[in-house]
């Protein structure tokens, strides 16, 4: 049982990758027995390109670590994400992003599904 939780919450905006919607608002919310520094938070979740939901919470997850929640509404549907500690997964996911680059997020889905096999 951990005794010690730090909890982050940010919100922050993603291009939608249908340009015609503008921007999708997101709040994430972390739960670390770590330390996060703020910066880093702040680093990680200033988008320059459009995003699925799924992918962010990856490539978040892979960053930052942590018990992770993610939720947005699009088009009136709200998603929710959850991404647990699990460093099998999480290492997978940074080895795509290292492997395809955070500009291919889809491709590096790709990879983790064929790496988790």
Same mark, same amino acid.
């Given at each position: 049982?951990?005794?010690?939780? /730090? &909890?982050?919450?940010?919100?922050? /905006?993603?291009?939608?990758?249908?340009?015609?919607?503008?921007? $999708? %608002?997101?709040?994430?919310?972390?739960?670390?027995?770590?330390?996060?520094?703020?910066?880093?938070?702040?680093?990680?979740?200033?988008? &320059?390109?459009? %995003?699925?939901?799924? /992918? +962010?919470?990856?490539?978040?997850?892979?960053? @930052?670590?942590?018990?992770?929640? $993610? !939720?947005? !509404?699009?088009?009136?549907?709200?998603? #929710? #994400? @959850?991404?647990?500690?699990? &460093?099998?997964?999480?290492?997978? $996911?940074?080895? %795509?992003?290292?492997?395809?680059? +955070?500009? /291919? @997020?889809?491709?590096?889905?790709?990879?983790?599904?064929?790496?988790?096999?």
């Amino acid at each position: 049982m951990k005794y010690a939780v /730090n &909890s982050y919450t940010v919100r922050f /905006n993603v291009r939608c990758p249908n340009q015609e919607h503008g921007f $999708i %608002g997101y709040v994430l919310t972390i739960e670390s027995d770590k330390m996060i520094m703020v910066e880093d938070i702040k680093k990680h979740t200033k988008f &320059s390109e459009a %995003g699925y939901h799924e /992918n +962010i919470a990856d490539y978040l997850y892979a960053e @930052l670590g942590g018990k992770q929640t $993610i !939720t947005a !509404t699009h088009h009136g549907v709200e998603i #929710t #994400t @959850l991404r647990e500690d699990d &460093s099998r997964f999480r290492e997978a $996911i940074k080895q %795509g992003i290292l492997r395809k680059g +955070i500009g /291919n @997020l889809d491709l590096v889905c790709d990879y983790v599904i064929k790496a988790m096999k």
